[in-house]
T-cell receptor, first 115, second 111 residues
Framework: NAGVTQTPKFQVLKTGQSMTLQCAQDMNHNSMYWYRQDPGMGLRLIYYSASEGTTDKGEVPNGYNVSRLNKREFSLRLESAAPSQTSVYFC??????????????FGPGTRLLVL | DQQVKQNSPSLSVQEGRISILNCDYTNSMFDYFLWYKKYPAEGPTFLISISSIKDKNEDGRFTVFLNKSAKHLSLHIVPSQPGDSAVYFCAARTGANNLFFGTGTRLTVIP
């Protein structure tokens, strides 16, 4: 049981290049999320998917697109990378538990540097 | 505008003593609060949570206190251990899927 996995772990891009960050979970969770973490700031939600086939914008969606490929996988795409997108990206998944509250479980993160 | 605030970026505590990490929030609609712990180069891991209908939740060495009138919550770690050294994030939810995170407090437990 690997939990939430993310690839790649680290990536360097030039301004204007595109890339897709991959995320997969094996906990059979319905909800999945993409966050970014910047120095001096908390994690900020980019996009989330409450269930397979649905996606919604979070706090900072501009410059990103997402795809919920199936229940396990949720990818984040940067079509034209900008230096402002240099960050650490975390994927998470969650399910409502027996106490009717949900806890999000995070992957190890992808460090992205845009030059 | 930061809805969840952790005003202390760092805290140092002697091993065996109590660590108290604080968090303030502005949105009275938050109904569920969580603490996450993060080691370098790893994702945040869930530590403990509390519903807004409670004022205390305890799990082993970790206790979270919620003061809704003051819009304040705190995490107590007793006794503190060197392995507790990490960055601690407070997070809050309104009932939708969004979690709002604080900026984190780096705890150092000195052996």
């Amino acid at each position: 049981n690997a939990g939430v996995t993310q690839t790649p772990k680290f990536q360097v891009l030039k301004t204007g290049q595109s890339m897709t960050l991959q995320c997969a979970q094996d906990m059979n969770h319905n909800s999945m999320y993409w966050y970014r973490q910047d120095p001096g700031m908390g994690l900020r939600l980019i996009y989330y998917s409450a269930s397979e086939g649905t996606t919604d914008k979070g706090e900072v969606p501009n410059g990103y697109n997402v795809s919920r490929l199936n229940k396990r996988e949720f990818s984040l795409r940067l079509e034209s990378a900008a230096p402002s997108q240099t960050s650490v990206y975390f994927c998470a998944s969650s399910e409502v538990g027996s106490t009717n509250q949900e806890t999000q479980y995070f992957g190890p993160g992808t460090r992205l540097l845009v030059l | 505008d930061q809805q969840v605030k952790q005003n202390s970026p760092s805290l140092s505590v002697q091993e065996g003593r109590i660590s108290i990490l604080n968090c303030d929030y502005t949105n009275s609609m938050f109904d569920y609060f969580l603490w996450y712990k993060k080691y370098p180069a790893e994702g945040p891991t869930f530590l403990i949570s509390i519903s807004s209908i409670k004022d205390k939740n305890e799990d082993g060495r970790f206790t979270v206190f919620l003061n809704k009138s003051a819009k304040h919550l705190s995490l107590h770690i007793v006794p503190s251990q060197p392995g507790d050294s990490a960055v601690y994030f407070c997070a809050a939810r309104t009932g939708a899927n969004n979690l709002f995170f604080g900026t984190g407090t780096r705890l150092t437990v000195i052996p």
